[in-house]
């Protein structure tokens, strides 16, 4: 359980609802299982800890035919909250079924995306409450029976009361006759005797109706001591009820009966009978509680409510409380005489649900902001241009974000399966050696706990070229300060060290390429100083011819390195004018059959008018040639072609039938500084002539490219616009 709800962040809330005095407990997934229950519900429930993992059914198989899990299953599928009051639940509480009410509710909490993962249950045995207002309801109806039968006493006694009124005129009537008789007393003996037997007649039915208003006199009797003995008994039963009750009579409200836990509940003593509640309480007046009271006293309907905050002068100080009460109207000879009030105090409660729900809200802005904030960094981090890779104790990599994923050319999930140092691939030193495990700039950080930076180490890939990555590592520790793993940053830096590496070949190509006609040069000269009046005119003029050829390549070398400046600081110089591309060939083209027997083909569109640059772009075409014939010395045929693509544009390819360029170089071709190498052979020049021709043809607005397919020859192109 501890696990389950750390996991989701509310721990401390949990230890709130253990301390609480509320019954609280959690249930998980459709089975219902008891997640949490704090002690006040074990104790509602009757059971121990040992409930707790169960499902409900498990747990409580009593419930059984019971509605409460169809109606938690309910809340489950539908997410919608559900309160019920003063319902019965039958318990099996030290193996006695027990029946109690409960007003409880269960609340499906959602995560943030709406998703059910767990129900709150909270519940409150307000069994003694409905056994108190039961008690009351059975005496009122005890007193509505022993009225109803008053009633029907008195109305007895009032018919008899109306014979006895007949009787007694008719004995009033006879009373009359005697005298009349007596008056003809002489008339006749007979006649006397007659009347006489009469009266005795007449005077036996009244002793009969007599002993009747005597009985009926008798049974108003015992009727008003049943009264009496019931008025008894309702004292006592507020006296004793475990919960704060008192009569409250006529509209001034006096206190008539009150327990000894409402003189507790509003800090009085028994001095307050036969005092009005306002009068004693004057702050009462305006409040809720004070306006139900009264509408229950005016209408004869009985009112409640729960955790009713009410304002009370209690011990001299006005005290915020909060309390859940219930006005039932006392009823006298069917007319609402008075109120009875019963009330119990939950400010504890509602105090520590206020708190809890305000520990909630804290709860929800925090992660609300920490929602926030991992949006964020993860948005850095999705965005970053380096590489972000995140590993645990063992080395193994837990996080890799896209660029990273880029980088290696792997799926998160594919990285999540290696570690940093990963057999798979080769890490490597920089001068090409492979690179030992304790050497690995991670494996530098975890084993002294320290930052590394910018440690630069090269990467092989089965079947790819080598890529070499500058990484930065940085360790992780917990709250104890142990290692936990580390943050690696890294970007590729296969340009960065492929320039490098190309400035440093180029200044060991220049020096060399510079040094050979220098020496040539120098060679022809001396041998000329020291022995230009013994040489024959034909060793000097050759002397000379190598001197100039020497010059002539140093001029070349010389003015690579110059346009090359120029290109990098923005100085190349345009000078356009209109020319046809036959011209073009013409110009730039004619003396490579002196150098070459390779036949040179030109084709398309020539007659083509451009404005450019003619030197310059006669010198890409050189360029372009050149390398063809350098590179593909066994192509018979260099196609040269000009192909107009649309209106505004041309396209002019220099193609051959040598060897091919691998795929993985041709993005490198017009770089500055390199050079390709084409099965082993070597060949003089810087390595500038590609990256001069790209910036001439940008300079022009055009495009520049290869095409090649290993054993299918190469294809160089550039376009203009027209």
Same mark, same amino acid.
């Given at each position: 359980?501890?696990?389950?709800?750390?996991?989701?962040?509310?721990?401390?809330?949990?230890?709130?609802?253990?301390?609480?005095?509320?019954?609280?407990?959690?249930?998980?997934?459709?089975?219902?299982?008891?997640?949490?229950?704090?002690?006040?519900?074990?104790?509602?429930?009757?059971?121990?800890?040992?409930?707790?993992?169960?499902?409900?059914?498990?747990?409580?198989?009593?419930?059984?035919?019971?509605?409460?899990?169809?109606?938690?299953?309910?809340?489950?599928?539908?997410?919608?909250?559900?309160?019920?009051?003063?319902?019965?639940?039958?318990?099996?509480?030290?193996?006695?079924?027990?029946?109690?009410?409960?007003?409880?509710?269960?609340?499906?909490?959602?995560?943030?995306?709406?998703?059910?993962?767990?129900?709150?249950?909270?519940?409150?045995?307000?069994?003694?409450?409905?056994?108190?207002?039961?008690?009351?309801?059975?005496?009122?109806?005890?007193?509505?029976?022993?009225?109803?039968?008053?009633?029907?006493?008195?109305?007895?006694?009032?018919?008899?009361?109306?014979?006895?009124?007949?009787?007694?005129?008719?004995?009033?009537?006879?009373?009359?006759?005697?005298?009349?008789?007596?008056?003809?007393?002489?008339?006749?003996?007979?006649?006397?005797?007659?009347?006489?037997?009469?009266?005795?007649?007449?005077?036996?039915?009244?002793?009969?109706?007599?002993?009747?208003?005597?009985?009926?006199?008798?049974?108003?009797?015992?009727?008003?001591?049943?009264?009496?003995?019931?008025?008894?008994?309702? /004292?006592?039963?507020?006296?004793?009820?475990?919960?704060?009750?008192?009569?409250?009579?006529?509209?001034?409200?006096?206190?008539?009966?009150?327990?000894?836990?409402?003189?507790?509940?509003?800090?009085?003593?028994?001095?307050?009978?036969?005092?009005?509640?306002?009068?004693? #309480?004057?702050?009462?007046?305006?409040?809720?509680?004070?306006?139900?009271?009264?509408?229950?006293?005016?209408?004869?309907?009985?009112?409640?409510?729960?955790?009713?905050?009410?304002?009370?002068?209690?011990?001299?100080?006005?005290?915020?409380?909060?309390?859940? #009460?219930?006005?039932?109207?006392?009823?006298?000879?069917?007319?609402?005489?008075?109120?009875?009030?019963?009330?119990?105090?939950?400010?504890?409660?509602?105090?520590?649900?206020?708190?809890?729900?305000?520990?909630?809200?804290?709860?929800?802005?925090?992660?609300?902001?920490?929602?926030?904030?991992?949006?964020?960094?993860?948005?850095?981090?999705?965005?970053?241009?380096?590489?972000?890779?995140?590993?645990?104790?063992?080395?193994?990599?837990?996080?890799?974000?896209?660029?990273?994923?880029?980088?290696?050319?792997?799926?998160?999930?594919?990285?999540?399966?290696?570690?940093?140092?990963?057999?798979?691939?080769?890490?490597?030193?920089?001068?090409? /050696?492979?690179?030992? /495990?304790?050497?690995?700039?991670?494996?530098?950080?975890?084993?002294?706990?320290?930052?590394?930076?910018?440690?630069?180490?090269?990467?092989?890939?089965?079947?790819?070229?080598?890529?070499?990555?500058?990484?930065?590592?940085?360790?992780?520790?917990?709250?104890?300060?142990?290692?936990?793993?580390?943050?690696?940053?890294?970007?590729?830096?296969?340009?960065?060290?492929?320039?490098?590496?190309?400035?440093?070949?180029?200044?060991?190509?220049?020096?060399?390429?510079?040094?050979?006609?220098?020496?040539?040069?120098?060679?022809?000269?001396?041998?000329?100083?020291?022995?230009?009046?013994?040489?024959?005119?034909?060793?000097?003029?050759?002397?000379?011819?190598?001197?100039?050829?020497?010059?002539?390549?140093?001029?070349?070398?010389?003015?690579?390195?110059?346009?090359?400046?120029?290109?990098?600081?923005?100085?190349?110089?345009?000078?356009?004018?209109?020319?046809?591309?036959?011209?073009?060939?013409?110009?730039?083209?004619?003396?490579?059959?002196?150098?070459?027997?390779?036949?040179?083909?030109?084709?398309?569109?020539?007659?083509?008018?451009?404005?450019?640059?003619?030197?310059?772009?006669?010198?890409?075409?050189?360029?372009?040639?050149?390398?063809?014939?350098?590179?593909?010395?066994?192509?018979?045929?260099?196609?040269?072609?000009?192909?107009?693509?649309?209106?505004?544009?041309?396209?002019?390819?220099?193609?051959?039938?040598?060897?091919?360029?691998?795929?993985?170089?041709?993005?490198?071709?017009?770089?500055?500084?390199?050079?390709?190498?084409?099965?082993?052979?070597? #060949?003089?020049?810087?390595?500038?002539?590609?990256?001069?021709?790209?910036?001439?043809?940008?300079?022009?607005?055009?495009?520049?490219?290869?095409?090649?397919?290993?054993?299918?020859?190469?294809?160089?192109?550039?376009?203009?616009?027209?």
């Amino acid at each position: 359980m501890t696990h389950f709800f750390y996991a989701l962040g509310i721990g401390p809330l949990l230890e709130i609802l253990q301390q609480s005095g509320d019954a609280t407990a959690i249930y998980t997934g459709p089975e219902l299982t008891i997640q949490f229950a704090n002690d006040a519900i074990l104790a509602m429930w009757g059971k121990d800890n040992s409930v707790i993992g169960k499902t409900l059914q498990d747990a409580l198989p009593e419930l059984k035919g019971q509605p409460f899990t169809a109606i938690l299953n309910q809340v489950w599928e539908t997410g919608e909250m559900y309160k019920a009051q003063e319902m019965p639940a039958t318990l099996d509480i030290r193996g006695e079924l027990i029946t109690s009410y409960f007003d409880f509710t269960f609340k499906a909490v959602t995560d943030k995306d709406g998703k059910i993962y767990c129900i709150l249950h909270t519940a409150k045995d307000v069994t003694e409450l409905v056994e108190a207002r039961r008690i009351v309801l059975e005496k009122e109806n005890y007193e509505q029976e022993i009225k109803e039968e008053l009633r029907a006493s008195n109305e007895e006694l009032r018919l008899n009361n109306a014979k006895l009124g007949d009787s007694n005129k008719i004995i009033h009537d006879l009373n009359q006759q005697i005298r009349k008789e007596n008056n003809s007393l002489l008339s006749g003996n007979k006649k006397f005797q007659d009347d006489i037997t009469n009266l005795g007649d007449l005077n036996k039915d009244l002793i009969s109706r007599n002993e009747e208003l005597k009985d009926l006199n008798d049974t108003i009797t015992k009727l008003n001591n049943k009264l009496s003995e019931s008025d008894l008994s309702f /004292s006592n039963l507020i006296d004793q009820a475990p919960v704060a009750i008192m009569l409250l009579k006529g509209d001034r409200f006096i206190i008539t009966m009150i327990n000894d836990a409402m003189l507790e509940l509003i800090d009085k003593d028994h001095s307050v009978i036969g005092k009005s509640l306002f009068e004693i #309480f004057p702050e009462l007046n305006g409040q809720p509680a004070a306006e139900m009271l009264i509408e229950t006293f005016r209408t004869g309907k009985p009112n409640s409510d729960h955790s009713n905050p009410v304002i009370l002068n209690r011990g001299g100080q006005l005290e915020h409380g909060y309390f859940t #009460f219930n006005y039932t109207p006392f009823i006298e000879d069917g007319k609402v005489t008075g109120v009875i009030d019963m009330a119990v105090e939950v400010t504890p409660q509602v105090l520590a649900i206020r708190e809890r729900e305000e520990i909630i809200i804290e709860k929800s802005l925090l992660e609300e902001t920490l929602l926030k904030s991992e949006q964020r960094l993860q948005g850095i981090l999705e965005t970053m241009a380096e590489g972000v890779g995140v590993i645990d104790a063992t080395g193994r990599l837990v996080y890799a974000n896209p660029m990273a994923q880029h980088i290696l050319g792997l799926s998160e999930s594919k990285i999540k399966e290696r570690t940093y140092d990963d057999p798979q691939w080769q890490n490597l030193r920089l001068d090409g /050696s492979p690179l030992p /495990s304790d050497e690995h700039p991670m494996s530098i950080m975890m084993s002294t706990g320290k930052p590394v930076y910018d440690h630069e180490i090269g990467v092989q890939a089965p079947e790819r070229e080598i890529m070499y990555i500058s990484i930065n590592a940085a360790p992780l520790f917990d709250a104890e300060g142990n290692l936990t793993g580390g943050i690696g940053t890294f970007m590729d830096v296969t340009t960065r060290r492929m320039i490098s590496q190309g400035k440093e070949d180029f200044i060991s190509i220049a020096s060399h390429e510079l040094k050979t006609p220098v020496t040539a040069l120098k060679a022809s000269l001396q041998l000329l100083q020291r022995s230009h009046d013994r040489l024959p005119p034909e060793s000097r003029a050759k002397l000379l011819n190598q001197s100039v050829t020497s010059l002539d390549k140093l001029s070349g070398l010389i003015n690579s390195l110059l346009d090359t400046s120029r290109i990098e600081q923005g100085q190349l110089k345009l000078e356009k004018r209109p020319f046809t591309i036959s011209e073009l060939f013409d110009d730039c083209c004619s003396n490579f059959s002196e150098i070459t027997s390779q036949e040179i083909i030109f084709q398309g569109d020539i007659d083509q008018l451009v404005v450019a640059d003619n030197q310059q772009i006669g010198q890409v075409m050189i360029n372009f040639i050149t390398n063809a014939i350098k590179y593909a010395p066994e192509s018979k045929q260099i196609l040269i072609t000009a192909k107009k693509i649309s209106d505004h544009e041309i396209k002019i390819s220099v193609r051959d039938q040598g060897p091919g360029i691998p795929k993985e170089k041709l993005e490198h071709l017009f770089k500055r500084y390199y050079r390709t190498n084409y099965h082993g052979q070597k #060949f003089t020049g810087l390595g500038l002539g590609l990256f001069i021709s790209g910036d001439i043809i940008k300079e022009h607005g055009g495009k520049v490219g290869v095409e090649s397919d290993q054993g299918q020859g190469s294809e160089f192109w550039f376009t203009l616009p027209i």
